[in-house]
Structure formats: structure tokens, C-alpha cells
């Protein structure tokens, strides 16, 4: 998970969403939260400071930011090798 986000520092991310990756070359899209976790990610990274971001960003408890924040490392870890 940790690589994960160090990993996310590289991305190149346009403002609507689209993801690119100059590593691996793969490119993909994001919702509007995926893109304000990524930003966030870009320069945090520890995950419970991120999160806590995210809680005061968005209308969710803490439980269920964590809870989509590590469905979305688990599929970002297929785009970023």
C-alpha cells in the first residue's frame, strides 16, 4: 500500500480526471474523488493523515472513507507497477 502511494507522486493528472502514468505508460480515468484522493496522495504520505483529509472533504464517516480509499489503492495497484 505504501509503494502504492509513493508510486502515486509520478501520475500526471488532467482536471477532469484522466490519469497518466509515464512509467508504466498506462493511462486510465478517475471520478472526482479518486482525483482529490491522488492530489492528495501526491503529497501526503500517510495513510491516516490522507484519510482524515478525505473525512473532511467529502460527506462520509471515517469508516467508510477507509473502507473505499482501500478498494481504490487495491485497483490502482493494477495501473502502477
Do not use: W
Not at 25 to 44: I, T, W
Request: charge should be negative; avoid cysteine.
Amino acid at each position: 500500500m505504501k509503494n502504492t502511494l509513493l508510486a502515486s507522486k509520478r501520475l500526471a493528472l488532467s482536471e477532469s480526471g484522466f490519469v497518466f502514468d509515464p512509467v508504466s505508460g498506462q493511462s486510465f480515468s478517475v471520478n472526482e474523488s479518486g482525483l482529490v484522493f491522488l492530489r492528495l496522495a501526491q503529497h501526503e504520505d500517510d495513510l491516516d493523515k490522507l484519510t482524515t483529509q478525505l473525512v473532511e472533504q467529502f460527506d462520509a464517516s471515517s469508516v467508510e472513507i477507509k473502507r473505499d480509499v482501500q478498494d481504490f489503492i487495491n485497483r490502482l495497484q493494477g495501473f502502477l507497477k
